[in-house]
């Protein structure tokens, strides 16, 4: 199955179907990043730069819950998929010619798992999605009651999380902790209508989150690892860089700065490399293990330093 950014797409294909994780799924996009290094290639311009060749995009916003659909909507609804099989076919070529074709296979396999999983998450976990190790244990509590307050809200209504409350939205309020109607239209970027239907709802799920034991509260985020002299991340980043040209991969295609936090986590806290997370494993497991964790390891005391833990 060939997809072009698949994430939404799957999204909704596994929330529907009840199917399990897809393993037959090529995203395009995926595939752009190993030849570019550009992560989030548009289709517009991935079909520019590989097929020569221009779409109209301009219907992408228009309202496609009109019915009927004008001649316009269906000709772009085609041309969003037509092209797909072409543009395969080009970027199959210049990956297997690169020998990186099983690489981007992986990669799409391993996407495809990974959405599966973020479909399946227990509401009140979703919270973790947006958590910050900035934020404090309050404020991960009214976190964790918001965001399981709009995944609810948002099944019950049918309708994206997003349009009961966007991200920023959500962040606005743990830091503001508003506490009536005012503050939550000043001090925020709700949506009004929302706020109208919603605000007295969501201002008792945030006081009694602000009302719990403090025994009661998460845990809050690890810290990343910080360090002002950085020989741990100058040394890291060269075994990357050293990695990424002998494969002929991008650096950043390789090594993403999510994998690297949770590497970074597995080494400070001395727990089981079972533990990595699924993207340093497989094809790059080999490196990650006899070349990366070494390094990494060499630098254990500073990583610990770095990431605020106490070391004797």
């Given at each position: 199955?060939?997809?072009?950014?698949?994430?939404?797409?799957?999204?909704?294909?596994?929330?529907?179907?009840?199917?399990?994780?897809?393993?037959?799924?090529?995203?395009?996009?995926?595939?752009?990043?190993?030849?570019?290094?550009?992560?989030?290639?548009?289709?517009?311009?991935?079909?520019?730069?590989?097929?020569?060749?221009?779409?109209?995009?301009?219907?992408?916003?228009?309202?496609?819950?009109?019915?009927?659909?004008?001649?316009?909507?269906?000709?772009?609804?085609?041309?969003?998929?037509?092209?797909?099989?072409?543009?395969?076919l080009s970027?199959?070529?210049?990956?297997?010619?690169?020998?990186?074709?099983?690489?981007?296979?992986?990669?799409?396999?391993?996407?495809?798992?990974?959405?599966?999983?973020?479909?399946?998450?227990?509401?009140s976990a979703?919270?973790?999605?947006?958590?910050?190790?900035?934020?404090?244990?309050?404020?991960?509590?009214?976190?964790?009651?918001?965001?399981?307050?709009?995944?609810?809200?948002?099944?019950?209504?049918?309708?994206?999380?997003?349009?009961?409350?966007?991200?920023?939205?959500?962040?606005?309020?743990?830091?503001?902790?508003?506490?009536?109607?005012?503050?939550?239209?000043?001090?925020?970027?709700?949506?009004?209508?929302?706020?109208?239907?919603?605000?007295?709802?969501?201002?008792?799920?945030?006081?009694?989150?602000?009302?719990?034991?403090?025994?009661?509260?998460?845990?809050?985020?690890?810290?990343?690892?910080?360090?002002?002299?950085?020989?741990?991340?100058?040394?890291?980043?060269?075994?990357?860089?050293?990695?990424?040209?002998?494969?002929?991969?991008?650096?950043?295609?390789?090594?993403?700065?999510?994998?690297?936090?949770?590497?970074?986590?597995v080494i400070?806290?001395?727990?089981?490399?079972?533990?990595?997370?699924?993207?340093?494993?497989?094809?790059?497991?080999?490196?990650?293990?006899?070349?990366?964790?070494?390094?990494?390891?060499?630098?254990?005391?500073?990583?610990?330093?770095?990431?605020?833990?106490?070391?004797?």
């Open positions: 199955a060939i997809w072009h950014a698949c994430g939404e797409d799957l999204g909704i294909f596994y929330l529907l179907s009840g199917c399990p994780p897809l393993t037959n799924i090529f995203d395009t996009q995926i595939a752009l990043s190993y030849l570019t290094g550009q992560l989030q290639m548009g289709y517009q311009q991935a079909l520019d730069d590989q097929l020569d060749m221009h779409i109209d995009k301009e219907h992408s916003q228009s309202d496609w819950l009109q019915r009927p659909l004008s001649a316009e909507q269906e000709q772009y609804a085609i041309d969003d998929v037509r092209f797909l099989p072409a543009l395969y970027l199959e070529y210049a990956l297997k010619k690169q020998g990186l074709y099983d690489y981007v296979w992986a990669d799409c396999q391993l996407y495809a798992s990974d959405l599966y999983d973020a479909q399946h998450v227990e509401d979703m919270y973790l999605t947006m958590a910050d190790y900035r934020y404090t244990s309050q404020q991960m509590a009214i976190l964790q009651a918001v965001a399981t307050w709009r995944e609810e809200l948002a099944r019950s209504t049918n309708q994206p999380r997003t349009f009961v409350i966007k991200k920023q939205a959500v962040r606005e309020i743990i830091t503001e902790k508003p506490s009536n109607m005012r503050e939550l239209a000043h001090k925020t970027t709700m949506h009004r209508s929302m706020l109208r239907l919603y605000g007295e709802e969501l201002l008792k799920v945030i006081k009694e989150a602000k009302n719990l034991h403090p025994a009661e509260y998460p845990d809050c985020l690890l810290p990343p690892y910080r360090s002002k002299n950085k020989v741990l991340s100058k040394a890291v980043q060269q075994a990357i860089d050293d990695h990424a040209r002998a494969i002929g991969v991008p650096d950043n295609v390789l090594m993403r700065k999510k994998w690297l936090g949770q590497l970074y986590e400070a806290f001395d727990k089981e490399l079972s533990e990595l997370p699924e993207g340093l494993k497989g094809w790059r497991s080999d490196w990650v293990m006899h070349t990366l964790i070494p390094v990494i390891k060499k630098h254990k005391t500073e990583l610990q330093q770095g990431m605020g833990i106490n070391v004797r």
